[in-house]
C-alpha cells in the first residue's frame, strides 16, 4: 500500500516556477513507478511525467519537455516535478501516482498502470 500526498502548487505568473513534492508513505514506494497527472476544469486527466524506480528513465508529455523536470529521492520516499516556464495553459490540479510494476527501468503515460493516487494540488498560472 502507498499513500501519496501532494504539496507545493500555489498561484503563479506566466513565466514563473514552482516546484511540486509529492511525499509518499510506506515501504513500497522503492518499488513503485512514480508519475505525475494533471487535470484542467473540463478536461479530462492527462499525463505530464513519470519517472522509473531507480530515478534512471524518465518520460514526458510533449508539450512539457524542457520546461519540466521530474525525479525522486527513494531514501525521503519523495518525488518532485520542477516546473518552469509555466504559462496558463499548464493551470490544473496535478496529481501524484504510483505504479506498482516489477521492472525497473518502467515508465508509463497511460493511468490505466497507476495504482495509487494522490489527493492533488492545484497549480493556477495567470497571464
Known amino acids: 500500500q502507498v499513500q501519496l500526498v501532494e504539496s507545493g502548487g500555489g498561484l503563479v505568473q506566466a513565466g514563473g516556477s514552482l516546484r511540486l513534492s509529492c511525499a509518499a508513505s510506506?515501504?513500497?514506494?522503492?518499488?513503485?513507478?512514480m508519475g505525475w497527472f494533471r487535470q484542467a476544469p473540463g478536461k479530462e486527466r492527462e499525463f505530464v511525467a513519470a519517472?522509473?524506480?531507480?530515478?534512471?528513465?524518465?518520460v514526458y508529455k510533449d508539450s512539457v519537455k524542457g520546461r519540466f523536470a521530474i525525479s525522486r529521492d527513494n531514501a525521503k520516499n519523495a518525488v518532485y516535478l520542477q516546473m518552469n516556464s509555466l504559462n496558463p495553459e499548464d493551470t490544473a490540479v496535478y496529481y501524484c501516482a504510483a505504479a506498482m510494476q516489477p521492472y525497473s527501468s518502467f515508465t508509463s503515460s497511460r493511468r490505466q498502470y497507476y495504482d495509487y493516487w494522490g489527493q492533488g494540488t492545484q497549480v493556477t498560472v495567470s497571464s
Open positions: 510506506g515501504r513500497a514506494f522503492s518499488a513503485a513507478t
Open positions: 519517472v522509473s524506480r531507480s530515478g534512471g528513465n524518465t
